[in-house]
């Protein structure tokens, strides 16, 4: 899972899904002790499933999500809903490519799939 919960709303949503108490952890801000908060992220991640992580978060406005493979990528509704990725025979299996407006504007942005 991919965790962006900078903000103070956003941390607290965090740990409402991780059912964590702020009062368990150091300070969100505290730099020296990120080291023993991300321990703690990470031992509670492992719980779970990232399809249950995936339900839990769903749920709530906490910058979490997960991470996918290529793949996974290119066929998750939020990217096919948008045309971030298309296939072009001849070409490449799989392209991923920028947002469709982009496309539109300047056929030549194409981002090829690494490997």
Not at 15 to 43: C, N, S, T, V, Y
Not at 74 to 92: I, L, T, Y
Request: aromatic share 8%.
């Amino acid at each position: 899972m991919a965790v962006g919960a900078l903000e103070p709303q956003f941390y607290v949503a965090l740990l409402q899904g991780l059912e964590l108490e702020k009062a368990e952890l150091p300070h969100q801000m505290e730099l020296p002790k990120w080291g023993e908060i991300a321990r703690a992220f990470k031992d509670k991640f492992a719980t779970k499933t990232q399809s249950e992580w995936v339900d839990i978060f769903s749920k709530l406005d906490a910058c979490v999500t997960p991470v996918l493979t290529f793949d996974e990528a290119a066929s998750h509704p939020h990217n096919k809903d948008r045309g971030m990725f298309m296939e072009v025979p001849g070409v490449m299996e799989k392209l991923g490519l920028g947002p469709d407006v982009l496309l539109k504007e300047n056929k030549k942005l194409i981002y090829a799939r690494l490997s």
